[in-house]
């Protein structure tokens, strides 16, 4: 029976802890709104940033993946020019479960000229047909129509070796070539010193300047004009899980392809510094979303008991103890917090999905918000204990004024 009634007595003390903190973090509209504002902001700021950076991480990844390296990568054992007998290590790797396709490259250099104009590329052979299984490249035409594997004296050039002669600030301005079309002929002078003539059959416009600033013709071309054959100066291979390179290339390898093998991690070093150059700036932004979140609900809660010093001494004076004063302020900061966190997950959801429906147009491609659930759950769990930690010291502070001074102000 006595702890039934302690139960009861317990129950109405949290009830009216609850009540008075209800009605003080309510009472005054504008604060109470301003601060939840101020609370969703920094949740929104927190998870934009993370889906910003990892949208613009896993863009530059595609990109990269899409049109330079794809998955993994045969290059040339050091000291070769070429890796050989790419027919045979084709076979053998696309029977592994998992790779999707294989296709060969060949990197060459030279000049282009057209009219009086010439510049130096580089030189890309491909097979169009294994070309369209592996890489976005054939899809980046612009002008025209891609390669066809039986192609010989035709090329496709990228956009950025145009230029618009009317001096208009069009797609054709980065260049210095001049305005070619599709159909017009260029000269290409080879590192081996072939000089020959080239119908041009497509512009590429891929948003990347590897691809851009190059020329590619047909293997079927490179092996006449280079007299090889079966050789390649790399060898790209798609996979189905892009997450699982690191396993591919020890099963590619298992397959003595003749060559060393590596992952586009490997391939393009550059993008792990970008990584986590970009991972340090999210980590930051968040410190200083929640820190702003932090200071301003411990500003807010001090404020709150230094102008309610009369009323904290009056129910000091009726019998609440500093435990109870501090759970009612204490409460107000998880009110704050858990109304603000709410907010801030509805209007981070509604700007994903703006701009996941409206997505950002980068030289690299566009970009696409992406958040993950954990991120999400974290970054509110975070926020709601950071303003919680935040309220701690001024609920405390409120919690040991001294009863006569606080009732004579």
């Known amino acids: 029976m006595e702890i039934l009634i302690k139960l009861i007595k317990t129950m109405k003390k949290q009830n009216a802890v609850l009540f008075l903190a209800l009605k003080d973090t309510f009472k005054d509209k504008g604060m109470f709104l301003l601060v939840v504002g101020i609370l969703a902001l920094s949740y929104v700021n927190i998870i934009f940033f993370s889906g910003f950076i990892a949208g613009m991480t896993n863009t530059v990844q595609d990109q990269i993946i899409g049109v330079m390296s794809a998955h993994i990568l045969i290059i040339p054992k050091e000291n070769h020019e070429y890796v050989e007998h790419v027919s045979s290590i084709q076979k053998k790797i696309e029977v592994i479960p998992g790779v999707v396709a294989s296709a060969p490259h060949n990197e060459m250099g030279g000049t282009i000229k057209y009219k009086s104009k010439s510049i130096r590329v580089g030189l890309t052979g491909v097979t169009p047909s294994l070309e369209k299984r592996v890489t976005e490249i054939p899809y980046k035409v612009v002008e025209g129509e891609f390669l066809s594997d039986s192609d010989t004296g035709e090329v496709c050039i990228g956009i950025n070796l145009l230029s618009d002669e009317s001096g208009g600030d069009t797609e054709r301005s980065r260049g210095e070539l001049g305005n070619i079309g599709v159909g017009d002929r260029v000269t290409i002078t080879h590192s081996n010193g072939v000089v020959k003539d080239y119908r041009v059959k497509c512009i590429l416009d891929a948003g990347f300047d590897v691809v851009d600033g190059g020329v590619y013709l047909t293997t079927k071309e490179v092996e006449e004009v280079y007299g090889i054959e079966d050789k390649a100066s790399q060898i790209l291979i798609k996979i189905a899980d892009k997450n699982a390179v690191e396993e591919y290339k020890l099963k590619v390898m298992q397959e003595n392809v003749g060559g060393d093998v590596k992952t586009w991690k490997d391939f393009v070093g550059f993008v792990e510094q970008m990584v986590q150059t970009l991972d340090s700036t999210r980590i930051i932004m968040s410190i200083v979303g929640i820190l702003t979140a932090v200071m301003t609900i411990g500003i807010i809660i001090y404020i709150n008991t230094q102008n309610k010093k009369r009323q904290i001494g009056i129910l000091k004076a009726i019998g609440a103890t500093d435990n109870t004063v501090l759970k009612i302020f204490l409460l107000e900061s998880v009110l704050f917090g858990l109304v603000g966190v709410i907010i801030g997950v509805i209007a981070g959801q509604a700007v994903t999905y703006y701009f996941n429906q409206n997505p950002v147009s980068m030289p690299m491609g566009e970009l696409k918000l992406v958040l993950e659930p ?36």
């Open 374 to 409: 954990a991120t999400m759950i974290i970054s509110a769990v975070v926020l709601l204990m950071g303003v919680i930690a935040g309220g701690m010291y001024p609920s405390w502070r409120a919690a040991k004024i001294d009863i006569v001074k606080a009732v004579w102000g």
